[in-house]
């Protein structure tokens, strides 16, 4: 999983997964610049990077908005003076409050499409343009196992989900005559502030998680629907990233890879 001196833009790199996948790259040599629309978290973990011995600066980005992305791409070009790696990893569950609500609203629907799917066709269609021009790159979109199967829970999530997982065909498709390869991984059950929030919702609407935490909620989900019985990690995602990242992986691509210790197989 070498990816000693790459250049590496981890979206949503700010916090829960996308920080474990910024410090896993950061551990296996890269140079990790964090951009998130939260600029302190960016920072904050950039300074995380600094301290493994690696570069790094945090960068303001807003998936949703064309000139934000535009700036983040240039700021960085003119620090680093080329991007290897791509992590889309920005993402949203909903819009505000969706925790008190029974059911999605238009809002929902709105924000998940910008986000999780027009977000990561934005920043690739930005960063890929060098990619082009050097000949090299390394994409990886953050999908999930929402993506492989229809759920009853946060549906709109799950929809944009399965089109990251198509998204990241037609990518590769179209990014493979330039030798950049792209991918996308699918995590499982992962203890986040986003979790978090799943389980407490579920726990004020279903009568058997009545009276339990939302960590207790998730822990009996874990047992119940990973077959080997424990969760998954932002570390898992970042391990699976730097392979699919580095050169081992240089005739992978279009790849969904499951990293959900057997919730979904496929």
């Known amino acids: ?8 833009v981890v979206t949503g790199g700010g916090r829960g997964i996308g920080r474990g996948i910024t410090l896993v790259l950061a551990g296996n040599g890269a140079n990790v610049v964090v951009a998130d629309i939260n600029k302190d978290g960016a920072n904050e973990v950039a300074q995380e990077v600094i301290d493994i011995g690696r570069e790094s600066i ?17 700021e960085i070009l003119d620090r680093f003076g080329r991007i290897d790696i791509l992590v889309n ?17 238009e809002s929902d629907w709105d924000i998940n499409y910008e986000v999780n799917v027009k977000g990561i066709a934005r920043v690739t269609d930005a960063v890929s343009l060098g990619m082009k021009e050097r000949k090299y790159g390394k994409i990886v979109n953050i999908a999930s ?10 549906i709109p999530y799950g929809v944009t989900k399965a089109g990251v997982i198509n998204l990241t065909q037609a990518q590769a498709l179209e990014l493979a005559p330039f030798n950049i390869n792209v991918n996308s991984i699918c ?6 502030d986003m979790w978090g929030r799943i389980a407490e919702q579920w726990g004020k609407s279903r009568p058997q998680w009545e009276g339990k ?3 207790e909620i998730y822990e009996e989900t874990v047992l119940v629907r990973t077959p080997l019985g424990r969760d998954q990690t932002a570390d898992d995602m970042g391990y699976a990233v730097s392979f699919l ?4 992986a240089k005739n992978i691509t ?4 499951n990293v959900s210790g057997g919730f979904f197989m496929n």
Do not use: F
Request: net charge negative.
């Open 89 to 105: 990893c920005a993402g949203i569950i909903a819009s505000p409050d969706w925790e008190g609500r029974d059911r999605h609203n």
């Open 58 to 74: 945090g960068v303001k980005l807003d998936v949703t908005d064309q000139l934000s992305v535009d700036k983040a791409v240039e």
């Open 254 to 257: 279009g790849q969904s890879l």
């Open 1 to 8: 999983m070498d990816v000693t001196d790459k250049i590496a």
């Open 213 to 215: 935490s939302g960590r």
């Open 187 to 192: 995590p499982g059950l992962v203890w986040t």
């Open 145 to 154: 196992v929402s993506g492989r199967q229809g759920t009853l829970t946060n």
């Open 245 to 248: 990242a580095s050169d081992y």
